[in-house]
């Protein structure tokens, strides 16, 4: 192993945390780690491209907390606890203070929520960042995309839509990333997992999903492929906050309801639970607003007013979409 290779694990190596369920970490050819009894192991991986997933020029600490935090959020997703985590990085430098700020984002967010970096990869090339998350659920107590019900109330968390909103805001200052209101930069590069939202909605919801990838797609997840499920979305009801509510209802409704990067969760509750959430979000501190129902109907319908609305073509992110054209 070439030398600087060498002294860059060392440094990772020193500055992840162990939890004690961590019975062989960084420096073997895999972690050994305690499983606890009665519980399944939850296993997810995420990949960031520098230009793909994130603006080039993204400050390191944002990009380590972020590579994290949408690993997070997909554990968050199936109601697990996470525990321990991979980091395969590939570098077009060896830049001791680039990897610095990189792992105060990383390993910031990691001890937050008690989670160990176990192992790794580290390879030189264009910047780009794979993370897998380890987390634990009790058997039988996961929650899944598959059990979405006629009558469902379709709920979402925290406020869609901001994500898109603060990248939209960057792309009109040019790029420049201190023209940005704090808060919306915060949204676009440090969501915040929903693991407390998740673990509760065990037991309790019928599905779930995060949202990655802009709310009509993901939840289009939420419904079968082969039909029988659709569901009715009321645009008036989607959540807002005050950059939100100043925008256009047009705009506002494509970025609500196409814009990725939210890494909220959307989940659909039985109808004997009917109002429910109001209680959920007030002990968990974190908006949670009904936003439609599921149905037996064709696919998802958005209404305003009671009126059909059609979001613009190109709806959510599809890494293959442009498949094809010239790259
Ligand atoms: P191997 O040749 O067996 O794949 P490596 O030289 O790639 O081993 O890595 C040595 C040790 O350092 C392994 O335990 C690996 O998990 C860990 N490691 C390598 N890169 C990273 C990283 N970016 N983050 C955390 N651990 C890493
Ligand atoms: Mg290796």
């Excluded at 960031?48 to 400050?59: A, E």
């Excluded at 598959?146 to 839509?161: E, K, M």
């Excluded at 915040?192 to 009509?216: E, K, N, T, Y």
């Excluded at 959307?266 to 968990?284: H, I, K, N, Q, S």
Aim: charged residues 25%; negative net charge.
């Amino acid at each position: 192993m070439p030398p600087r290779e060498f002294d860059l694990i060392r440094g990772i190596a020193r500055r992840a945390g162990t939890r004690d369920d961590v019975v062989l970490g960084i420096g073997d050819d895999g972690a050994l780690l305690e499983l606890p009894d009665g519980e399944l192991l939850v296993a997810s991986t995420d990949t960031l491209i520098s230009g793909v997933h994130f603006p080039p020029d993204t400050p390191p600490a944002a990009i380590g907390f972020k590579a994290l935090a949408v690993n997070l959020s997909d554990l968050a997703a199936m109601g697990a606890s996470p525990r321990w985590v991979l980091l395969a990085l590939t570098l077009p430098l060896a830049e001791e203070d680039w990897l610095d700020d990189f792992l105060q984002g990383f390993l910031g967010l990691a001890s937050q929520h008690d989670v160990s970096l176990v192992g790794g990869d580290t390879t030189r090339g264009p910047l780009a960042v794979t993370v897998t998350a380890l987390g634990v659920v009790p058997r039988g107590q996961s929650l899944d995309r598959r059990g979405a019900r006629p009558g469902d109330w379709v709920v979402v968390s925290g406020v869609p839509g901001r994500a898109a909103l603060a990248l939209d805001r960057l792309r009109q200052a040019g790029g420049d990333f201190s023209q940005l209101a704090p808060h919306l930069l915060d949204a676009l590069e440090r969501p915040q997992p929903r693991l407390d939202l998740g673990r509760f909605l065990r037991g309790r919801v019928h599905s779930a999903i995060d949202i990655s990838d802009g709310l009509l797609q993901d939840l289009g997840h939420l419904l079968p492929e082969d039909g029988g499920l659709g569901a009715e979305i009321w645009l008036d009801q989607l959540p807002v906050d005050d950059d939100l509510s100043a925008v256009p209802a047009q705009r506002r409704w494509t970025l609500q309801l196409t814009g990725g990067d939210d890494y909220e969760l959307c989940f659909t509750v039985p109808d004997r639970e009917r109002g429910a959430w109001e209680d959920w979000a007030e002990t968990l501190k974190l908006p949670l607003t009904a936003i439609g129902r599921i149905d037996e109907g064709d696919g998802i319908r958005c209404l305003h007013q009671g009126r059909p609305w059609q979001p613009p073509a190109a709806a959510g992110f599809e890494h293959f979409s442009g498949e094809g054209d010239e790259p």
